[in-house]
């Protein structure tokens, strides 16, 4: 219900005992707020619950579900996922959307590969360029969104399409084919891929490195939710705009600043897309924006906006991947494979409303 | 934007390997003039392929090299809806065209309108689908690989690699042709065939959903995939996995052409795309001046043609500049 | 540095002690050729309540719009501290120590009382990237602040959403307060609330023009006008209908006045049988 407590970091656990200006009275009953009824409280406890469930459902019903490989692919695929779930339920919270997300990943791994091949140049300058284009698609989102107060459903959708269009068009125009040359024999070709799509070794298992920048933009989103300003104002923005607005919340600049992570997070991705498979399918990307949204959406973000968290975007993230490879492992007739990920991921829904409607209840 | 990305690229640093200098270097691009006397005729491509469909380039690339060589105007045109693709040929009968190239993914839409265009005296070729219904809907020929054979093809080719257990990996779930391919393998493959249906458009999804199957049934000893781009993406699941199986795959791009060298592919089946359009044009030009016909009217077909790492060699100059 | 001392350093009382805080005189506003307020005047002086009643359509909120820097006036003058102005943005209006305080739209119901709170104004610790919000700051100022008004609150973390209406509209005048407004604007702050609820908002905003505050309140309720309100202006159909201090006039008249005058008695004499 509450849309912040701490993360339960030391400094928000207790109150200072040296804390003067308050009568002694209040002081007892503020200090009370238990870490239970603190926890409860977080929009992502209904996606942990239901995220643990499904774990559990799988490592009973696949044998092969609780291998450390078999963990690792399923991080993997959550990670693609969760990279851009982050910053969408952040736009989320900040009451917009992005239909364009899906498509903006592959224009974001399209920008660097061909600018690299057709430049000639060291594959590091076409991913900074890829940057540039990719903050462009972003900025022209949020920015097209500010000035025509037209709902973001609309113009992202009209971006959606525009990029799915460009993708081809340009490709088709530079390269000649559908699909990006492969620039693995060129220079920074490895240190890239070192960032972007490496594997790294723990032990006997082997983790992608999209598990760490997953993580890495989980922290610094939960970070900028909660601990700062600017997370304040998202907040703000997309619970009540008029009322931020007349406080003089920066209203514009937020929810363009929003669009503007959206699209690191796409830039991540698309590096990935292309330094995992050194060419990029220009169709690639089309419908993955739904499934950003969906995970956003079952880690407790209100599709209203004003209310959601980083973490439970991760852990929707988490529970379709999990739901998504789980059902491979457990050998499910595969004709049947999209009703059975429908009818998990509406389980795990339900089960994440039914949770917070209980700790509601006990508040 | 693109003043930004010309500043940028004048202050790049260069790469002293691959990329575009290195493909200007070593490629001689195949053209041709016209060498015939025939006047200017005009044939029109109407295909199902949706955007941004690398076999369909490779395909018009073909019917561009013929129609060079032929002296003749090509207009294509395609749309992956069978109502939309019919008024695409309705617009090729009304600019008269001497001649119509057109596939049949969909023959119960198209056949009304084919059958209009033979009426109106355009002889008509079909290509890639359709091969049943072509004769019926009064085309001259058909030109393509049957699906089913094809299928059955690879099913010899794995049986003569020993295989026992399969995987065929779709990834379009719907597609008729690739259930056929997938239908063909079982008929003629001794050992167990298991389809894994993936969703193409998200390549990490493919990959982690093959490393998934795998991982889960350590028996399977082959993976099949119906389209050149997701050879090599089953290539990285499989060494993620850790696993044994062979990556066989359908239709030829140059990363299959080099899997192929390096041995990380074990064969691929080919259907020939640029001589699907290259002889649709060229017979229809031969019809028109000759009143030729190949094989009678009989079905021609352009593969299957198994490709392994003896034809890796001379493959690998071929798909770079799109014509494989 | 932080958000509170920033504020309070732009609100250093300027040269024209004396001037009353706000000052507008004959002004109009047009939208298009359809006039919304013509020849307004009114004064508000520190510690004192100047109530704007009016009908439905009268004007009222435009005059809001106005003295909070949401739309600019076309005619007359609006002087702040005898400087004449125009404001440009509700966030110069803030910065000039102009608060105002909407209906509706006073805070993010979803966002705990906490945030609500600081809102727009959050006051940080740390440099660089590790700048950050003074969480602990924010959550005791927030409660001894809605204390000092007599809001005695169990939990600053509940999201203000859960407050009633009352208790809402106080926290939003709180904030003005605590963050150094000079003139407060109150735009209907009884209008969708019960008798005792419209009771204890009254009480805050006696308490902020107690604590030295200029404030404007903006209703259609007489009754609640005359128990808190020092002097009195009129709207109709934008136009001024009347302005009386407290001494001049008694409540009812004012009642008369804001109930249609003469057009009652009228519309009396029509219904009778």
């Known amino acids: 219900m509450t849309v912040t407590t701490q993360p339960g970091g030391p400094d928000g656990s207790t109150e200072p005992a040296n804390s003067s200006p308050r009568p002694p009275t209040s002081d007892e009953r503020l200090v009370h707020r238990s870490l239970p009824v603190r926890l409860l409280r977080r929009p992502e406890l209904g996606a942990v619950v239901g995220a643990v469930a499904l774990f559990i459902f799988f490592a009973l019903v696949a044998d092969s579900f609780l291998r450390p490989s078999s963990l690792s692919t399923v991080l993997y695929f959550s990670s693609t996922l969760g990279i851009m779930a982050v910053p969408v339920a952040l736009l989320m919270i900040g009451g917009e959307f992005d239909l364009s997300t899906g498509v903006m990943v592959t224009s974001s791994a399209l920008a660097s590969s061909m600018f690299s091949y057709q430049m000639t140049a060291n594959t590091w300058v076409g991913v900074g360029v890829s940057l540039l284009v990719t903050l462009a698609i972003g900025f022209f989102n949020g920015f097209m969104l500010t000035r025509t107060k037209l709902p973001s459903f609309i113009i992202t959708l009209g971006t959606f399409l525009m990029l799915t269009g460009l993708n081809l068009g340009l490709t088709k125009l530079i390269s000649g084919t559908v699909t990006t040359k492969s620039i693995s024999d060129m220079e920074g070709f490895d240190s890239a891929k070192a960032v972007f799509a490496s594997t790294l070794t723990i032990g006997s298992v082997n983790l992608q490195i999209t598990i760490v920048w997953w993580l890495a933009l989980v922290a610094v989103a939960t970070w900028i939710l909660l601990r700062t300003n600017v997370g304040n104002w998202i907040f703000a923005v997309g619970g009540g705009v008029e009322a931020a607005r007349a406080v003089g919340v920066p209203v514009a600049r937020t929810k363009i600043g929003l669009y503007l992570g959206v699209a690191f997070a796409a830039w991540v991705s698309g590096q990935h897309l292309l330094f995992n498979y050194d060419t990029v399918q220009s169709g690639e990307g089309v419908g993955n924006e739904l499934i950003y949204i969906a995970a956003a959406v079952i880690g407790g973000c209100l599709l209203t906006g004003g209310y959601g968290s980083a973490v439970g975007a991760a852990v929707g993230a988490l529970i379709f991947g999990m739901a998504n490879k789980g059902i491979i492992y457990a050998q499910w007739d595969p004709d049947w494979f999209k009703f059975f990920l429908g009818a998990m991921l509406l389980l795990a829904t339900l089960l994440n409303a039914w949770i917070r409607k209980r700790a509601e209840a006990t508040r | ?324 | 540095m932080n958000a509170t001392e920033d504020m309070n350093a732009t609100q250093d009382p300027q040269p024209h002690d004396d001037a009353p805080l706000v000052e507008l005189a004959g002004v109009s506003k047009f939208y298009g050729n359809i006039r919304a307020l013509e020849d307004i005047s009114l004064r508000v002086h520190p510690g004192e309540i100047t109530c704007v009643l009016g009908d439905n359509g009268a004007g009222k909120s435009t005059l809001i719009k106005i003295i909070s820097g949401l739309h600019q006036h076309d005619g007359g003058t609006f002087s702040i501290q005898g400087e004449e102005t125009r404001l440009a943005s509700p966030r110069e209006a803030l910065d000039r120590g102009i608060a105002t305080v909407y209906q509706d739209l006073a805070v993010v119901p979803l966002m705990p009382v906490w945030r609500n709170f600081f809102l727009g104004s959050e006051p940080t610790v740390g440099r660089g990237p590790l700048r950050r919000l003074d969480v602990q700051r924010m959550r005791r100022t927030t409660h001894s602040e809605l204390l000092r008004m007599g809001i005695d609150l169990r939990d600053v973390d509940q999201p203000i959403g859960t407050l009633s209406g009352g208790e809402r509209q106080s926290v939003a005048i709180a904030r003005a307060v605590h963050f150094g407004a000079k003139v407060l604007v109150l735009d209907e702050p009884t209008a969708a609330l019960g008798v005792k609820q419209s009771g204890v908002v009254l009480k805050y905003v006696a308490a902020a023009r107690d604590a030295g505050l200029g404030v404007v309140l903006i209703t259609h309720n007489p009754h609640h006008a005359y128990l808190v309100g020092d002097r009195f202006v009129l709207l109709k159909r934008g136009a001024m209908a009347g302005a009386y201090e407290k001494d001049e006039l008694e409540l009812e008249e004012l009642v008369r006045q804001m109930a249609g005058g003469s057009e009652l008695e009228e519309l009396s004499h029509e219904l009778r049988r």
């Open chain 2, 1 to 324: 934007m693109a003043a930004t990305i010309i500043a940028v690229g004048a202050l790049a640093g260069c790469s002293s390997t691959g990329g575009k200098r290195a493909e200007e270097a070593r490629e001689q691009a195949a053209s041709g003039k016209a060498n015939v006397t025939t006047p200017r005729w005009k044939f029109a491509m109407v295909t199902h392929s949706g955007d941004g469909d690398t076999y369909w380039d490779i395909v018009q690339s073909g019917a561009k090299q013929a129609a060079a060589k032929d002296n003749i105007e090509f207009l294509y045109s395609h749309d992956k809806e069978a109502g939309k693709q019919a008024q695409l040929v309705q617009t090729a009968i009304d600019k008269k065209v001497d001649g119509l190239i057109v596939t049949l993914a969909k023959p119960d839409a198209m056949k009304r309108v084919v059958k209009k265009a033979v009426k109106a005296g355009i002889p008509v070729i079909t290509i890639n689908s359709g091969q049943d219904v072509s004769q019926d809907f009064g085309a001259l020929a058909h030109i393509g690989q049957d699906e089913g054979l094809a299928g059955e093809a690879v099913g010899r080719e794995l049986n003569e690699r020993g295989k026992k257990k399969a995987i065929c990996l779709i990834h379009e779930q719907g597609n008729v042709g690739h259930e056929q391919r997938c239908d063909g393998i079982e008929k003629t493959f001794d050992g167990k065939v298991k389809n894994l249906y993936v969703d193409g458009t998200n390549m990490p999804g493919v990959q982690s959903s093959v490393e998934a199957k795998l991982q889960s049934d350590k028996k399977v000893d082959a993976v099949v995939t119906l389209g050149a781009p997701f050879a090599a993406t089953a290539a990285q699941a499989k060494k993620n996995a850790g696993s044994k199986a062979e990556i066989d795959t359908f239709d030829l791009n140059d990363k299959v052409a080099a899997g192929l060298k390096d041995g990380t592919i074990g064969f691929a089946v080919d259907q020939q795309p640029y001589m699907q359009g290259y002889e649709a044009v060229d017979l229809l030009w031969l019809y028109r001046y000759n009143a030729d016909m190949l094989g009678g009217g009989k079905p021609v077909l352009t593969g299957p043609q198994i490709l392994t790492k003896k034809d890796a060699g001379k493959l690998e100059k071929l798909t770079k500049r799109g014509t494989r």
